[in-house]
Nanobody, 114 residues
Framework: QVQLVESGGGLVQPGGSLTLSCAAS????????MGWHRQAPGKERELVAA??????VYADSVKGRFTISRDNAKNTVYLQMNSLKPEDTAVYYC?????????WGRGTQVTVSS
């Protein structure tokens, strides 16, 4: 089993920045990919950014503004979000993938509004 706990969400003005954290615990050795997804009201959950093997992938809508990083010593994945826009408003979820299943955190709310 893998447990994922997100933190760092909140209210920010357009153009502002936030950094989300995802702390992993449990059978983390089984994880082969980790990343961030988001779900806005009335919309489907979508990929934001992820590590797969040694690659990083980003949604087109966040390229150049968001950066995914990780600290292996802390078993933590981060999402640095800059130049935030109202359309970035969503619940952000951390996802971990193993050979057998996907694990999700409970999510953290990000609201971009003036």
């Amino acid at each position: 089993q893998v447990q994922l706990v997100e933190s760092g969400g909140g209210l920010v003005q357009p153009g502002g920045s936030l950094t989300l954290s995802c702390a992993a615990s449990g059978s983390i050795f089984s994880l082969n990919a980790m990343g961030w997804h988001r779900q806005a009201p009335g919309k489907e959950r979508e990929l934001v950014a992820a590590f797969t093997s040694n690659n990083r992938v980003y949604a087109d809508s966040v390229k150049g503004r968001f950066t995914i990083s990780r600290d292996n010593a802390k078993n933590t994945v981060y999402l640095q979000m800059n130049s935030l826009k109202p359309e970035d408003t969503a619940v952000y979820y951390c996802k971990g993938r193993t050979v057998y299943k996907d694990y999700w955190g409970r999510g953290t709310q990000v609201t971009v509004s003036s």
